[in-house]
């Protein structure tokens, strides 16, 4: 069976999973999103928390679902995985164990959008389209291209991407804050490493639980979220990690070293 999803291990420990499906342009079908789960998750399950979701297209990132899949399940015929791949995919991705960062080179459209989304960073090149064109399918959203969006751009523009499935390109959207970075042409994938890179000299502690606190501020009432957040800041401030570096830090402090000039 031809392969749909490349995966690289950096020298740093960073997975690049690199989606090719050029017979269907990117289109996700339920094989790629379930090939696409199970390697973040064999990944996550072996040590790995940083990943890089790229394409090997250039003008396709993730497109928008199969529709031959989803068509499968109420004409009688099989689909190409189950459905629920898609579910165990968007869990891996927000994952607290899983960095995740959206490596878009070209356009991004439907559920491959939605996934996305999904991910903790999203890095675009200039030039790229952002569409989510299910109310012209006459659909709705399924997987957060609603929901996730609203909370990233707000929903005075959201309106304008899901009911009237207006094409955004991703110079609109760096400037809606629904991106992080905007790059040149050509030049995502590399924009991608460094921040995988500087992610991975992160200590892998901290930012699970640093994911599980942001993932509470956007569920959570206030006061819980606030409670959540103590309580995972008193589970970490002993560890020996932590307790080695606060003691770093201070004895520069004592040696006269301003925090300005702290590196950490």
């Known amino acids: 069976m031809k392969k749909i999803i490349d995966k690289e291990i ?11 499906n050029p017979e269907v342009n990117n289109n996700i079908t339920w094989k790629a999103a379930e090939d696409l ?4 998750k064999s990944s996550r399950e072996n040590g790995s928390n940083i990943f890089i979701l790229a394409s090997g297209l250039n003008d396709h990132w993730f497109e928008h679902a199969w529709l031959e899949d989803i068509l499968a399940i109420y004409e009688g015929r099989e689909t190409t995985a189950p459905g629920v791949s898609w ?18 080179n070209g356009r991004a459209s439907g559920g491959g959008a939605e996934i996305g989304w999904a991910c903790d960073f999203r890095i675009a090149e200039e030039g790229v389209k952002f569409c989510q064109p299910e109310i012209d399918l006459n659909l709705t959203t399924g997987l957060g291209g609603t929901s996730r969006v609203a909370r990233l751009i707000g929903p005075t523009k959201t309106a304008e991407l899901v009911f009237l499935g ?17 790059t040149k ?18 200590p892998k502690d901290a930012l699970v639980l640093l994911k599980k606190i942001l993932n509470d ?9 606030l409670r959540s957040e103590q309580d995972f800041f008193q589970s970490i401030v002993n560890s020996d990690g ?7 830090i201070q004895d520069k402090y004592f040696d006269g070293v301003k925090p300005k000039d702290i590196i950490f």
């Open 166 to 182: 207006h094409e955004f390109s991703a110079e609109q959207m760096y400037e809606l804050k629904g991106i992080n970075k905007l």
């Open 10 to 20: 950096l020298s740093n420990g960073v997975i690049v999973l690199t989606m090719k």
């Open 217 to 225: 501020s956007l569920e959570l009432p206030l006061t819980e979220a």
């Open 242 to 248: 932590a307790t080695k570096k606060m003691r770093e």
């Open 37 to 40: 789960y199970l390697e973040i």
């Open 87 to 104: 579910f165990r995919l968007m869990k891996e991705i927000t994952h607290p164990d899983v960095i995740s960062i959206a490596c878009i």
């Open 185 to 202: 042409k050509g030049s995502s994938l590399e924009c991608s490493k460094n921040l995988a890179n500087e992610l991975a000299k992160k």
